[in-house]
């Protein structure tokens, strides 16, 4: 079932479930896409605005080291070459420590069945390219901004749904 969104579908973002299922008790963000130049800027970006990024051009060690370093958020390109973000996604949803990450497909491929088959892989939200870094910070910066209650406040963070 879908969760309520501020946007239509047509629109750029999606999201699917609710941001609170997402443990956001510190401010890391992996972000994972083969287009390192994107990368690297989605990284400047969310660094400037007070999250920890770290920013990753190849797929094949991501699962490993959103285990070890514990983001509370995975960005994802869809298509990559050799894994694609559907199979990360499917792959984080299936290990006991990385299930709860909040993750975000942001990829060129938006039409409705892309949208579909990436919830179907887990995805809690959807950006398109091309990307519109506010709506994905403003994403990030209202999952960091709940208190373990769901409501804002300064204690420490949790996500919530965007309504």
Partial sequence: MRTRTNLQDSEDELQWRPIGQALADHRRVLVVDDYADAADALQLLLNANGFECRAMHEAHDVCAIAETWQPFA??????????????????????????????????????????????????????????????????LKKAVAMSPDGTNGSAAPRGQEIT
């Fill in 74 to 139: 995975v960005v994802l390109d869809i298509a990559m070459p050799e894994l694609d973000g559907l199979e990360l996604a499917r792959r984080l949803r299936a290990t006991p420590s990385t299930s709860r990450m909040l993750l975000i497909a942001c990829t060129g491929y938006a039409s409705g069945r892309d949208r579909e088959r990436a919830r179907e892989a887990g995805f809690d939200a959807h950006c398109a390219k091309p990307l519109t870094p506010q709506r994905l910070l403003a994403l």
